[in-house]
């Protein structure tokens, strides 16, 4: 008990959590209802330990802690708290349907979430000491918005709290991604008899003859479950998803109608809508892009590359991602066609104000950007800055304004309470934004 | 500038607002009526922010009396190709 103040005193005092933009469904865990144009500090989270990570849907959170536990806020409206009702709320709720189960992956979508029972260390008890195959490790469990069939229970049914999606009861899943209507599941590797049962880190990096298959389900009318060269209307049961046979894939994303997948030498595979008004591509197509990728974020009508060389790159972006004409603006540079599958897509490279400044992590809202600066930085810029542009009606670029930014600009975070030397994490909803400030 | 163009067999219909919705990426939804549809309007508003949708749709579909036509099938249980 004196161990739990102590440690809600700690996260207090380093201010970890913070939020800003849209906050009308309480997505902001602000308590208020209001949207906020600046970084407000998160009291309420405090008390649960540090968050490891969030996922932010069209106006609703997950956060995980330390323990695989699960909170939820913000628009409740369809079950997608997982809850049991349809409230919205502001205030961090731990959804007790998953209390029991260490969740290591989450994921919020427009309406609907998904979540992700831990697989590596019962693969590892099972190979070593010839365990039974845990029922609860890899397993997802989905609720929310169920009318397209995006929650993959072979119905259209919406769920107020996580129900396991039994398709996958006897295929352990790694990852999930929940886009508007679509939800993309990945596989934990198929771990096949060959593979050396002493190489614990190839089992749980998935190298090895580790077969990795992508689903998709829910609305495929853009083509974002990659199913089928024929349009898809939608689809209640998971299906695989085509063109990535032989391909590990290490990544899913999805948001709006667009999907993603990355994979192990970082190549970006996308289908689904397409960016800059190209055409809509139904399987999974490789991105002509000529550098290794290490992160993707994907928008409403945007994506964000974060190369291993710590550039940022942008594809589409022709609305509010970016506003105006990207070459026209002095943020970019390198702007380039490239090719996806039957058409021809923009890419542009983003600045972070000085030329050599690197990026670490990259967050995409529906119409606006957000990413991480490293620490190769000049002392001009704080060590970890976080950097946003794009849309800023609801106040979502936390700059103080409601102004759109075609390039990006410095938050300003009150970072003299902020957690000493931590290298901050941003998380993009459709119009809002979070930053954790716990160490890694 | 619209915001996007959207079919409305894309749209919700939703019963508490009484408007056929799209989700708008402020995180609130663009809605349009029956009734708006029925006099020709092709622009859903967002009651949150400045953005609006071009709704895609036959006008003819809302000119008569019984509006059953004009709402998009539900979704079926299954996979439909």
């Known amino acids: 008990m004196e161990e739990e103040e102590t440690r809600v005193e700690e996260a207090e005092e380093r201010k970890e959590i913070w939020s800003w933009g849209a906050g009308t469904d309480g997505q902001l865990a602000t308590g208020s209802l209001q949207d906020e144009l600046t970084p407000r500090f998160i009291r309420s989270l405090s008390a649960y330990g540090p968050i490891v990570s969030l996922s932010c849907g069209g106006a609703h959170v997950i956060a995980l802690t330390p323990g695989g536990r699960v909170l939820t806020w913000g628009r409740g409206t369809s079950g997608q708290l997982g809850h049991g009702e349809t409230v919205s709320t502001s205030q961090a709720n731990i959804v007790k349907q998953l209390e029991g189960f260490v969740i290591t992956h989450i994921s919020a979508g427009w309406n609907h979430s998904g979540f992700v029972s831990g697989v590596f260390m019962c693969s590892y008890l099972q190979l070593v000491y010839g365990q039974d195959e845990d029922e609860e490790t890899g397993a997802i469990f989905t609720c929310g918005d169920g009318s397209f069939g995006q929650l993959g229970h072979a119905d259209s049914s919406s769920q107020l709290y996580p129900r396991q999606v039994s398709y996958f009861a006897s295929k352990p899943v790694e990852q999930v991604a929940c886009g508007m209507r679509h939800t993309l599941v990945l596989l934990a590797g198929v771990l096949k008899r060959s593979c050396d049962y002493r190489d614990l880190s190839g089992i749980l990096c998935g190298a090895g003859n580790v077969e990795k298959p992508v689903y998709g389900f829910g609305s495929g009318k853009r083509g974002q479950l990659g199913i089928s060269t024929d349009k898809v209307k939608l689809t209640s049961l998971p299906q695989i998803t085509m063109g990535l046979e032989n391909i590990k894939i290490t990544c899913i994303h999805a948001n709006g109608d667009h999907s993603s997948a990355l994979s192990a030498d970082g190549s970006l595979y996308t289908w689904g809508r397409g960016f800059c008004g190209a055409l809509d591509t139904y399987i999974p197509c490789l991105s002509d892009v000529d550098f290794p990728i290490s992160k993707v974020a994907l928008g409403w009508n945007h994506a964000l590359l974060l190369s291993r060389q710590g550039y940022v790159f942008m594809l589409g972006g022709d609305r509010h991602g970016v506003l105006s004409d990207p070459p026209k603006t002095p943020s970019t540079a390198d702007v380039r066609v490239t090719r996806a599958g039957k058409s021809e897509e923009i890419i542009t490279r983003i600045i972070p104000g000085l030329a050599n400044v690197k990026v670490v992590q990259i967050a995409a809202g529906a119409e606006h950007s957000a990413f991480i600066t490293g620490k190769e930085m000049l002392k001009f810029f704080h060590n970890g800055s976080i950097m946003t542009w794009g849309w800023g009606e609801h106040g979502q670029l936390g700059l103080g304004d409601t102004n759109d930014q075609t390039a990006p600009q410095v938050v300003g975070l009150d970072r003299k309470s902020a957690c000493g030397d931590a290298i901050p994490r941003v998380y993009c909803g459709s119009g809002f934004s979070f930053v954790l400030m716990t160490k890694i | ?81």
């Open chain 2, 1 to 81: 500038m619209s915001y996007d163009d959207v079919e409305i067999e894309d749209m919700e219909w939703n019963q508490e607002l009484q408007a056929f919705t799209y989700p708008c990426p402020c995180g609130d939804l663009f809605q349009i009526t029956k009734e708006d549809l029925r006099l020709g309007e092709e622009i859903a508003r967002c009651p949150s922010c400045s953005l609006y949708l071009t709704v895609i749709y036959n006008m003819e579909d809302f000119q008569e009396k019984s509006n059953k036509k004009a709402e998009p099938p539900k979704p079926q249980p299954v996979a439909v190709a």
